[in-house]
């Protein structure tokens, strides 16, 4: 069974840091780009990241970089999402997503025709002031 579980979401205060992970299975995980969104009740998914299958190349949404940093590690079939000065506004739930074709994650909340293999089940993450 394809599974993408994410975990460390929580209560966090402004200003501080969270590292979000999504583990991987029943999937060949160095064959996926993988990518972070985000979403608040009645308002659209938004695209946060990405990162190309070797790792060695990540990209940003605006809203995020600078503050946000993607990593993985293949042997361990694990993504993870380093978000730091948190804003209340980064209250959301945070989704991972999978995908062999980078571009299909970059373009999953504007293209409804690109949607990418394997979606998480999200982990709420809530920033206080």
């Known amino acids: 069974q394809v599974q993408l579980v994410e975990s460390g979401g929580g209560l966090v205060q402004a200003g501080g840091s969270l590292r979000l992970s999504c583990a991987a299975s029943g999937l060949t995980f160095s064959s996926y780009a993988m990518g972070w969104f985000r979403q608040v009740p009645g308002k659209e998914r938004e695209f946060l990241g990405a990162i190309i299958r070797s790792g060695s190349s990540t990209l940003y949404a605006d809203s995020v970089k600078g503050r946000a940093t993607i990593s993985r590690d293949n042997a361990k079939n694990t993504v993870y999402l380093q978000m730091n000065s948190l804003k209340p506004e980064d209250t959301a739930v945070y989704y991972c997503?999978?995908?062999?074709?980078?571009?299909?994650?970059?373009?999953?909340?504007?293209?409804?025709?690109?949607?990418?293999?394997?979606w998480g089940q999200g982990t709420l993450v809530t920033v206080s002031s």
């Open positions: 997503a999978a995908d062999p074709t980078l571009h299909t994650l970059v373009v999953a909340t504007t293209d409804k025709d690109s949607t990418p293999d394997v």
